[in-house]
């Protein structure tokens, strides 16, 4: 009856254009809410449904308010940040806001102990002392346009490789189409699992630099501990700033280039947020799989999930015991350690969240419907979907699960056994392009390898090595050992292996690339480590990776299949696409939530919640003289709450994952009131089951924000260059 109220209102606006969206609203009668929240929508087609459901929701925009290709829009305030995360640009000084956990290694690359920005955070006093970041690089999006059309076009009754051949010469075709200027990029990208497809033209920025950061005892506050959990107290921001040339255009760096000219920034609200509050969130979802079978998800939990969890946990164990023991080995891992332990406490969530929400048997109950419906119906094509999906993950669950051992193990964790593996890519070089090209790679690899080892500690690494490789073992070995012997025989090898080999230090890896080639290539060949890391560099690419994409494949295939039926099975749901790094938005509301019986969430956290978890020396909830002394002062200028305390974080129901780190979060009016940062541990599941019960994103307060960056910082020249507005009073 609920949908079928919505369903109406869509009738009202086909049949009466001339009716405003607050007309719509306001004849509403009981709309669900919860119904509304979820999804991860494209952004140049949200007039209707979404228009109108964010309206309800308590949204004053409109669709081309947030996108708009013919006037500057809110869209035009959004940038990808150096790939992975999402910035917005909120001065028209091209001052950008992001998190501290994305600027973290442009931070620390600047960092020494003498100058260690990562403890005393960095404010540059002027745009002379800004820091620029080579390699850096944000990401516009100019314009989204929906070509399935296009792109299937004499497609109907190929497949296989001719289908590829005829779809891509499609791609180039609609590419061509378009006039792109000397630093736009056009790309044609899947969505819906190959259902559909978009025409998206990007714009390339290059010369970032940093403006601004706290100390990471408040950009990072409550660490590892804290990470997806609820109450939150971190002030994850960093400021950047975007540079042009004298043309506005984008430009390598230059003492020459001028602050960057925006079409768009937002203006940051000093009003707060309360319960029930509209929230939008724009950005760059990474991925998501929310039309995954039971199947699947069973395997997540009961199979893929605890594996990955067991060896990132040994991992951190023996990192975390040498950061806590010594300063400089501290600094070198902080980010390293961060990025292994984030995902490792995602999973656990992850896992949890899914068993909480009965989300495997809530799958198999739709699978039941949508097979009676297929029977009933007479859809002979999707008679076998769900059969088909049983077969293929079985043999999927073990190669992955044989892929994700080594991706942890080789890859991931050991440093050592990762610099092995570059370098067999690196001997591949030599065998398939010639000198030339592995004499320009040697260089490069060189010059990259200085990064490596500054931040590299063979001790660590060694006890890692024997730990994860004893798992690694113990696991696929086919020659029977006890336990104690295994463990042994790894910690031997390790011994060996990092006392032999050229590879532990920057100076041994140069004294083997450095020569004529030949030489190159057989001292590479002689080194204890590299033997041991062609060994499993070479299982990957014979075995492990061509069997994961096979399987694969099969999977994708009927998951494209299955996409298209269930949008044909069950015509009046709604179906958004999956994530897949494309500029998205997704709204909700701030609201508390339930996570266990009798414990009730409220959805705003307090400075008060710092000064109560605040260890002294504590590398996770140290808290400096400074911001205590603010703190017992009641020093919060224009910034506290109307009950005279100062907000920090705050959560919503907005549907995010990662990519949508940094993404801002906008009011009713289109007004920066937060910063996204994480989500709640147990709703991480959302990348496959979104529960508006207890998926929450957690956000820093623009108030924080501001308080940190003027009460703490001193940096009221930024505040200057921002436009504050307070649209509630």
Same mark, same amino acid.
């Given at each position: 009856m609920k949908f079928l109220k919505l369903f109406l209102f869509i009738a009202v606006i086909s049949l009466s254009a001339c009716k405003t969206a607050q007309n719509i609203v306001e004849q509403a009668q009981e709309p669900n809410l919860k119904e509304m929240q979820g999804g991860m929508w494209v952004p140049s087609e949200l007039e209707g449904m979404n228009e109108m459901e964010m309206?309800?929701?308590?949204?004053?925009?409109?669709?081309?308010?947030?996108?708009?290709?013919?006037?500057?829009?809110?869209?035009?305030?959004?940038?990808?940040?150096?790939?992975?995360?999402?910035?917005?640009?909120?001065?028209?000084?091209?001052l950008i806001l992001t998190n501290h956990h994305c600027g973290y290694g442009a931070i620390q690359s600047h960092s020494s102990v003498e100058n260690d920005y990562l403890t005393d955070g960095f404010w540059a006093k002027d745009l002379s002392k800004e820091l620029p970041n080579p390699g850096m690089v944000v990401t516009f999006v100019v314009s989204m346009e929906n070509v399935t059309e296009q792109i299937l076009t004499g497609t109907e009754s190929l497949m296989g490789p001719e289908l590829e051949k005829v779809m891509q010469a499609n791609r180039e075709k609609v590419k061509k189409q378009y006039n792109l200027s000397?630093?736009?990029?056009?790309?044609?990208?899947?969505?819906?699992?190959?259902?559909?497809?978009?025409?998206?033209?990007?714009?390339?920025?290059?010369?970032?630099?940093?403006?601004?950061?706290p100390p990471s005892s408040i950009g990072k506050f409550g660490a590892d501990t804290d990470n997806w959990m609820w109450p939150r107290h971190s002030g994850d921001f960093s400021l950047f700033r975007i540079y042009a040339d004298k043309n506005n255009n984008p430009a390598e760096y230059s003492e020459?280039?001028?602050?960057?000219?925006?079409?768009?920034?937002?203006?940051?609200?000093?009003?707060?947020?309360?319960?029930?509050?509209?929230?939008?969130?724009?950005?760059?979802?990474?991925?998501?799989?929310?039309?995954?079978?039971?199947?699947?998800?069973?395997?997540?939990?009961?199979?893929?999930?605890?594996?990955?969890?067991?060896?990132?946990?040994?991992?951190?164990?023996?990192?975390?015991?040498?950061?806590?023991?010594?300063?400089?080995?501290?600094?070198?891992?902080?980010?390293?350690?961060?990025?292994?332990?984030?995902?490792?406490?995602?999973?656990i969530g992850e896992?949890?969240?899914?068993?909480?929400?009965?989300?495997?048997?809530?799958?198999?109950?739709?699978? #039941?419907?949508?097979?009676?419906?297929?029977?009933?119906?007479?859809?002979?094509?999707?008679?076998?979907?769900?059969?088909?999906?049983?077969?293929?993950?079985?043999?999927?669950?073990?190669?992955?699960?044989?892929?994700?051992?080594?991706?942890?193990?080789?890859?991931?964790?050991?440093?050592?056994?990762?610099?092995?593996?570059?370098?067999?890519?690196?001997?591949?070089?030599?065998?398939?392009?010639?000198?030339?090209?592995?004499?320009?790679?040697?260089?490069?690899?060189?010059?990259?390898a200085k990064?490596?080892?500054?931040?590299?500690?063979?001790? #660590?690494?060694?006890?890692?090595?024997?730990?994860?490789?004893?798992?690694?073992?113990?696991?696929?070995?086919?020659t029977k050992i006890s336990e104690q012997g295994r463990k042994e025989k790894w910690k031997n090898e390790a011994a060996k292996i990092y006392k032999n080999s050229k590879l532990t230090t920057y100076e041994g890896l140069e004294s083997i690339l450095n020569g004529n080639n030949k030489n190159v290539l057989q001292e590479l060949n002689k080194d204890?480590?590299?033997?041991?890391?062609?060994?499993?560099?070479?299982?990957?690419?014979?075995?492990?990776?061509?069997?994961?994409?096979?399987?694969?494949?099969?999977?994708?295939?009927?998951?494209?299949?299955?996409?298209?039926?269930?949008?044909? #099975?069950?015509?009046?749901r709604r179906f958004f696409p999956d994530a897949n790094s494309t500029l998205r938005l997704t709204y909700g509301q701030v609201k508390g939530y339930e996570p266990r019986d009798g414990v009730y969430y409220m959805p705003v956290s307090y400075l008060d919640g710092v000064i109560e978890k605040y260890v002294p020396g504590d590398y996770e909830f140290d808290v400096s003289e400074?911001?205590?002394?603010?703190?017992?002062?009641?020093?919060?200028?224009?910034?506290?709450?109307?009950?005279?305390?100062?907000?920090?974080?705050?959560i919503g129901t907005n549907h995010t994952t990662g990519g949508n780190s940094g993404s801002p979060v906008l009011d009713a009016y289109g007004n920066l009131i937060g910063l996204n940062f994480d989500r709640v541990w147990e709703g991480t599941m959302s990348d496959y089951n979104y529960d508006a019960d207890i998926c929450r994103n957690i956000m820093v307060d623009a108030r924080y924000i501001l308080f940190i960056i003027d009460k703490y910082a001193g940096a009221t020249h930024l505040i200057d260059e921002m436009t504050l507005v307070n649209p509630k009073k």
């Open positions: 309206q309800i929701l308590g949204s004053k925009l409109s669709a081309k308010d947030i996108y708009d290709t013919d006037a500057p829009s809110i869209k035009d305030a959004i940038v990808q940040f150096n790939g992975g995360c999402t910035a917005e640009i909120i001065s028209g000084q091209g000397r630093d736009q990029k056009a790309v044609v990208k899947s969505f819906d699992h190959g259902n559909q497809f978009y025409l998206i033209v990007t714009e390339d920025y290059k010369d970032i630099r940093l403006v601004g950061a020459d280039n001028v602050p960057y000219k925006p079409k768009h920034f937002l203006p940051v609200s000093t009003d707060g947020v309360a319960e029930g509050d509209f929230t939008l969130v724009f950005g760059f979802p990474g991925r998501t799989d929310e039309y995954l079978p039971a199947v699947a998800i069973d395997q997540i939990v009961n199979k893929l999930n605890p594996d990955k969890i067991a060896l990132r946990e040994a991992s951190l164990a023996i990192m975390d015991k040498y950061m806590r023991s010594d300063e400089k080995i501290k600094i070198q891992y902080a980010s390293k350690f961060a990025g292994i332990a984030n995902y490792w406490k995602k999973w896992s949890q969240g899914l068993t909480q929400t009965n989300a495997i048997e809530k799958k198999r109950a739709q699978e #039941v419907e949508f097979q009676k419906i297929v029977n009933e119906e007479g859809l002979v094509e999707y008679q076998n979907l769900l059969a088909d999906f049983d077969k293929l993950y079985q043999e999927y669950g073990e190669v992955t699960q044989a892929r994700d051992y080594w991706i942890e193990v080789i890859y991931r964790n050991v440093e050592l056994l990762n610099l092995t593996f570059q370098l067999y890519q690196l001997e591949r070089v030599f065998e398939q392009k010639g000198q030339e090209a592995f004499d320009q790679e040697k260089t490069t690899f060189l010059k990259r990064g490596f080892y500054k931040n590299y500690n063979p001790q #660590v690494d060694q006890e890692i090595f024997a730990k994860l490789m004893y798992m690694y073992d113990a696991k696929y070995a086919t204890a480590a590299y033997q041991l890391g062609e060994s499993y560099a070479e299982k990957f690419y014979n075995e492990l990776n061509p069997a994961y994409y096979t399987s694969k494949d099969k999977i994708d295939a009927l998951q494209k299949t299955y996409s298209k039926a269930m949008q044909e #099975v069950f015509p009046n400074k911001l205590q002394e603010l703190y017992h002062k009641k020093d919060f200028g224009n910034y506290a709450d109307t009950n005279a305390k100062m907000p920090v974080d705050f």
